[in-house]
């Protein structure tokens, strides 16, 4: 085996594996602080694919709009998800964690039936701009120049997160409002905004992630549980709650389906489910998680 | 007293009348039924550890499945006929069950509930990808069962007699001390370890007892549909029995039922009507989140609790 | 040394949370039979030490002897059934279950019975059950949940919870807490009652002096994770130390 073709392989593993990070990460951050698992977020993602079509659609459909979509489609969702915040999250706060489960449960079934009845069955083309849609060569391998601006924004979202939440007076708001709701409460800071906040932000960045995937497959039906299943996969994987974790574990995942596609086929699913399945069985709690009884 | 007399009394009296439907009902309506049942037995296995463990399992589809699977594939490769297949297919899912719970129950509340889902969904995984041994995304079809039971008449008396003798030693385990502690450590579990519990097996066990007879049902309904397929491993799977333990009411025991009930009619009504069956299952959930947590059949018991045995 | 007296055997017990060093040093020996209070101002590690006795914490340093026998980091509920039964600060109940069923699912799990899946729960130990109701005073209100109840109720609860747990040694933290003075009385009388007609050996943590000082047949004073006096009453009243550290800050 080439050199470059070993180049090439680690390439698509890191695009696929930053993919699935920008869902994780949203994922995974929303559980940290708010302490809810969010079904609804493969949902999400879903339908900010939708609208990116919609909004390309309504500007023309040159590949060029899709800046437009980009900018367009994840804020939208980010809107979607302060409301569903506000208006079904919040009163559930005080309840069981099952009833917290069970309307971002029930949302999936909700938005996924809204988005067939508003796009219909038949999958949906999003074309790239034609800056993103050459190759270049590097050492003597060619790239799709998609793929490197992809990896590119996943480091960058990991290290944008890392700024925020290390760096940022808010930041350390949110750290501490995870750690301790009760305590930071009493220090006269307003959780109920902190909340909204990360449940849009989740919003957004399954919006993008969604957005960023729509033209390197088709926007269709199912992309939803699929994505949100292996964002999951990550997120166990890393350690719930752990940012860094679901960074590494979809590097981890996306490495490791593409070079064990060398060997096997059709492992692509099995791997990462593999993997997890040992991690449960070593540390139940992920490779980056603190152990919780 | 007496009211604990009506407590015994009326589900054999239900009994009795779905016995005489039986004969009356035409075919159709009979399979309906034979699924409200499979799918109750289901729901109930799951409202075991969640409604009275206060354990939130969002892969025991990984359980049903199992037991589908395992009859399935007994009944095409070995001569196995439907009753010891459903038999080894139990305990195969028990011992399943004990090592999924080992494995989870290492985690607690909502860790616990991410780790099961993600355990189903290794199951969904395997079973979608290995084609030698389970079919792969095509399932398991043309199964063959005996002439005998294939007559939806008398595989209605059967999954009766099953489910009815489930429900019964569910409803025994439930009004044990086994029980009893189950709601205990549901209440306040820190509570029951100063009274010498042994939490952790505790729970174990009832996370073995609810895999069970989850692997009953799915091997029931494998018997009906003489097929197995990777959607009864599936977290939409798993999220049915909660639906329907929700629908009919948590805390309660006949909600479970009720609950499976009331899922199949709306999913034949609404379906009907519609395909967008599921927009309006999630907006009946989300109303009833918001408005009505107790469910319907808690609804109706709180209304009935003066005449009815407490049936918590 | 081993004397038979002697219920209780703590030597050199130690535990620290990082810098906080929650009980530091602790020889403390409770003779069967005594009616104990434990006093000593916020912090001074009486909970802790609770905690310790009872296995939800393991001690760094030390050695805890219950009946001759060493329990410390022993797991909580091999503690417990070896005998010792609390209640805590915090009302700590079974909501869901009825009055009846709280002390009856105490007595069940203390006996190893809360693996048996086949006996009615109900018909089990009715009149063991009823007579610890009896005691505590909670007869009448046997089949009212146990969430519906009133403070000064649960509390009572409380401690006939502890009793189905037939306990040799019975640790009561604050259980008069949050109580009116009519209800703190029905406690206190109630503690009076276990020790003189069941035997039971009892230690309680009391804020309130005036109820500990005359309920307790002894005083252990805690302060800075340490037993600073023990001894009758009058003993700790007239101790100087005590006065200073204690009765001043108060």
Known sequence: ?293 | ?312 | MADNNNLLEIKDLKLSFGNVHAVDGVNLTVKKGDLTAVIGPNGAGKTTLFNVITGYYSPDQGTISFNGQEIGGSPSHKIARSGIARSFQITNIFPTLTTFENVQIAYLIIRGKSFNTVSGFRKLNRGSVEEILETVGLKEKANTLAGLLSHGDQRTLEIGITLACKPKLLLLDEPTSGMSSWETNLVTDLIEKISREMGITIMFVEHDMKVAFSVARNVVVMHQGQVFAHGTPENIRSNQEVRKIYLGEE
Not at chain 1, 280 to 291: A, E, H, I, S
Not at chain 2, 51 to 62: K, L, N, R, T, V
Not at chain 2, 241 to 255: A, Y
Not at chain 2, 258 to 282: D, H, P, S
Request: with cysteine; charged share 10%.
């Open chain 2, 1 to 312: 007293m007496k009211s604990n007399r009506i407590g015994t009394f009326l589900p054999l009296l239900f009994l009795v009348f779905l016995f005489l439907l039986g004969q009356i009902l035409p075919n159709f309506y009979l399979r309906i039924i034979i699924e409200m049942a499979i799918l109750g037995l289901f729901a109930q296995s799951l409202n075991l550890i969640m409604g009275y463990g206060g354990m939130i399992s969002f892969g025991h589809a990984a359980f049903y499945g199992f037991g589908a699977y395992a009859v399935a594939i007994l009944l095409r490769d070995t001569g196995m006929s439907l009753v010891p297949a459903i038999l080894t297919g139990t305990v195969l899912t028990g011992v399943f069950g004990f090592i999924v719970g080992a494995i989870c129950l290492r985690a607690a509340k909502l860790y616990f509930a991410i780790l099961t889902m993600a355990i189903s969904q290794l199951l969904f995984v395997l079973v979608y990808q290995w084609y030698a041994f389970t079919g792969g995304d095509n399932g398991i079809h043309g199964l063959t069962v005996s002439p005998w039971m294939t007559d939806p008449q008398h595989y209605y008396y059967f999954v009766l007699a099953v489910v009815g003798l489930c429900f019964f030693a569910i409803r025994v385990i439930l009004n044990s001390p086994f029980g009893y502690t189950l709601r205990a450590l549901r209440d306040n579990q820190e509570r029951t370890v100063f009274l010498g519990a042994y939490v952790w097996w505790q729970k174990l066990i009832a996370f073995v007892f609810a895999a069970m007879f989850a692997g009953i049902a799915g091997g029931l309904y494998v018997g009906y549909d003489h097929m197995a397929y990777p959607l009864l491993v599936n977290w939409s799977k798993s999220a049915e029995p909660i639906l329907m333990v929700i629908l009919g009411g948590i805390n309660t025991f006949w909600g479970a039922l009720v609950g499976a009930v009331l899922f199949v009619i709306m999913e034949m009504v609404i379906g009907k009507i519609t395909t967008y069956w599921l927009f309006f299952l999630g907006a009946t959930i989300l109303i009833l989140v918001m408005f009505f947590p107790k469910g319907i059949w808690g609804y109706v018991e709180e209304k009935l609790a003066p005449f009815l045995a407490r049936e918590r």
């Open chain 1, 1 to 293: 085996m080439e050199f470059s073709d070993i180049l090439d392989i680690i390439v698509g593993g890191l695009t696929s594996g930053m993919l699935l990070f920008m869902v994780a990460a949203g994922l995974t951050l929303v559980f940290g602080v708010l302490r809810i698992i969010n079904f609804s977020h493969g949902a999400i993602y879903m339908l900010a694919a939708y609208i990116s079509y919609s909004v390309m659609a309504l500007f023309g459909n040159a590949p060029n709009t899709y800046w437009m979509a980009l900018l367009i489609a994840p804020i939208a969702v980010a809107v979607l998800g302060a409301l569903i915040e506000v208006f079904l999250l919040r009163p559930m706060y005080n309840r069981e964690h099952l009833m917290q489960l069970l309307v971002t449960y029930a949302l999936v079934l909700v938005i996924v039936d809204a988005t067939k009845f508003l796009w219909g069955p038949d999958p949906k083309m999003v074309l790239l701009p034609d800056i993103l849609s050459g190759r270049i060569a590097i050492l003597g391998a060619t790239f799709s120049v998609y793929s490197l601006v992809l990896i590119l924004i996943g480091f960058l979202t990991m290290a944008g997160l890392w700024l925020f939440l290390n760096k940022t007076k808010l930041g350390h708001i949110i750290r501490a409002g995870a750690f301790d709701p009760e305590m930071t409460e009493a220090l006269g800071i307003n959780l109920k905004f902190i909340y909204t906040f990360i449940f849009s932000l989740g919003a957004w960045m399954a919006g993008l992630a969604g957005v960023l995937i729509a033209p390197l497959t088709t926007v269709s039906q199912g992309m939803d549980s699929s994505v949100l299943l292996d964002a999951f996969a990550v997120v166990v994987i890393g350690g719930m709650g752990s940012i860094g974790g679901a960074f590494l574990a979809s590097i981890l995942v996306g490495l490791g389906n593409s070079f064990g596609l060398l060997w096997i086929a059709g492992i692509a699913i099995a791997f990462t489910f593999i993997v997890m399945a040992v991690v449960l069985v070593v540390r139940p709690w992920g490779l980056f998680g603190r152990p919780i009884k």
